[in-house]
């Protein structure tokens, strides 16, 4: 059942990915952007690398690929934590902000929705356990910091920032950085919890996480 909901996790990323590159491409919500600047927008959200992410290592889980090295155990934190993070931002300060129809909208959702609670649930319930350690936590946050990067570096160029929370011409660089800092700060301590109950749950349910590492 494990590894079919995890499959079930890694279409639905598919899906949900397919279905917005669609609307980019058709420019369904920005139309006066050529195709070109749309397909590349398309690849600076952080919900993009955030849903592949999810629907990455989901499939490894699936296929029996998942392997208990620190790259693995952080890309699946961030494959958990991410997709709730990007979720709960986009239903409490963007959702608001616009309205959605048609393909745009179920995209939204799929991306949002239904990727965050697939992958949140799959985690709770079906594990793998004992794959967690708080040293993972570092290298959980370069993913994050990497896209930090990479947006103010592209948009100092460019002029094009994803999300408005961060758009620098109209909230300012300190605004945005700041935002920056404490949806880190969040993320880290998610990660953190994260790991502090894979470890209890690991050792209440008799695996021993310790005997773990030494899986290949």
Same mark, same amino acid.
């Given at each position: 059942m494990g590894r079919v909901w995890h499959g079930v996790t890694a279409a639905a990323a598919l899906i949900a990915l397919s279905v917005q590159f669609v609307v980019m491409w058709r420019g369904d919500t920005a139309p006066d952007d050529s195709r070109a600047d749309r397909i590349f927008h398309f690849f600076t959200y952080l919900t993009t690398w955030t /849903? +592949?992410?999810?629907? /990455?290592m989901a499939l490894t889980i699936t296929i029996g690929a998942d392997r208990n090295t620190p790259v693995w155990?952080? +890309?699946r934190l961030d494959s958990v934590v991410l997709p709730v993070v990007i979720g709960t931002v986009n239903f409490v300060m963007l959702r608001p902000l616009g309205d959605l129809h048609g393909l745009a909208n179920v995209g939204d959702h799929l991306q949002h929705d239904i990727v965050p609670i697939l992958a949140l649930t799959g985690w709770i319930v079906f594990g793998p *356990?004992? *794959?967690?350690q708080f040293s993972d936590v570092a290298a959980f946050a370069i993913l994050p910091v990497v896209w930090v990067v990479f947006t103010f570096v592209n948009g100092a160029f460019s002029g094009w920032y994803p999300y408005p929370f961060i758009d620098v011409p109209e909230t300012g660089f300190a605004a945005a950085i700041i935002f920056c800092v404490v949806a880190a700060s969040a993320m880290t301590l998610l990660a953190a919890c994260a790991a502090f109950v894979d470890r209890k749950v690991s050792l209440r349910s008799g695996t021993s996480p310790t005997a773990l590492e030494s899986r290949p």
């Open positions: /849903v +592949l992410i999810a629907g /990455v155990r952080a +890309l *356990r004992g *794959r967690a």
